[in-house]
């Protein structure tokens, strides 16, 4: 089945560590992208990437890093630089050119 | 003010009632999309509308496109349409397509 998976699911981690969030697809999309969602606001755009090697800063990119190293892969590394990182993450991917998004299931962070 | 407002933040009603969401943007788009999120978290895309309307199911979004604003209802609504419905639009932006959410509104349906 095509699709774009997550994981893990649920993450804990200790202020002040760096955690890396996976995801994968295996659409063949060129396009990926990370969102945060906290309570009671609409998802905010973390960084995306349109083609491999290449990634763009979205709207509240600072405290996170990403990369592309190969198509199918778009992890992304919340720092502790990232003031409140308790959050849930998503990650979506989209054919280039192509209006429709398709979102992974999400990965809840939680740092303690 | 959001780029995209949605209303009502929360809406519970009876099962069967008739469900109407209202999604308001003020930015140019190329495309508006509702979603479904399940308490999980996973998101789904329901429709993705440039104009006019779409039904599938007991699911119906419309768009007027001058005024910028979107409905999506419901007919003989479920407890199992229990979700969060977003509505976000889209755009292009230096060759990226780029997806702007609104806040989403929490659905229950009570049996």
């Known amino acids: 089945d095509g699709g774009i998976t997550q994981s893990p699911k649920y993450l804990f981690r200790k202020e002040g560590q760096n955690v890396t969030l996976s995801c994968e697809q295996n659409?063949?999309?060129?396009?990926m992208y990370w969102y945060r969602q906290d309570p009671g606001q609409g998802l905010r755009l973390i960084y995306y990437?349109?083609?491999?090697?290449?990634?763009q800063k979205g709207d509240i990119a600072e405290g996170y890093s990403v990369s592309r190293e190969k198509k199918e892969s778009f992890p992304l590394t919340v720092t502790s630089a990232q003031k409140n990182p308790t959050a849930f993450y998503l990650c979506?991917?989209?054919?280039?050119?192509?209006?429709?998004?398709?979102f992974g299931p999400g990965t809840r962070l939680t740092v303690l | 003010k959001n780029e995209v407002e949605q209303s009502p933040q929360n809406l519970t009603a009876q099962e069967g009632e008739f469900i109407t969401i209202n999604c308001s943007y003020s930015?140019?788009?190329?495309?508006l999309h509702w979603l479904q999120q399940h308490p999980g978290g996973g998101i789904v895309s329901l429709f993705m509308?440039?104009?006019g309307k779409k039904k599938h199911g007991r699911l119906i979004a419309t768009i007027n496109i001058q005024e910028k604003h979107s409905s999506l209802h419901i007919t003989a609504s479920h407890p199992r349409d229990s979700a969060v419905y977003i509505c976000?639009?889209?755009?292009?932006?230096?060759?990226?397509?780029?997806?702007?959410f609104g806040q989403g509104t929490r659905l229950t349906i009570n049996p």
């Open positions: 979506a991917s989209s054919s280039q050119g192509g209006n429709e998004q398709f």
């Open positions: 659409l063949n999309h060129d396009a």
């Open positions: 990437s349109q083609i491999v090697n290449d990634f």
């Open positions: 930015v140019g788009i190329s495309a």
């Open positions: 509308l440039s104009s």
């Open positions: 976000a639009v889209s755009s292009v932006e230096k060759g990226a397509q780029k997806l702007v």
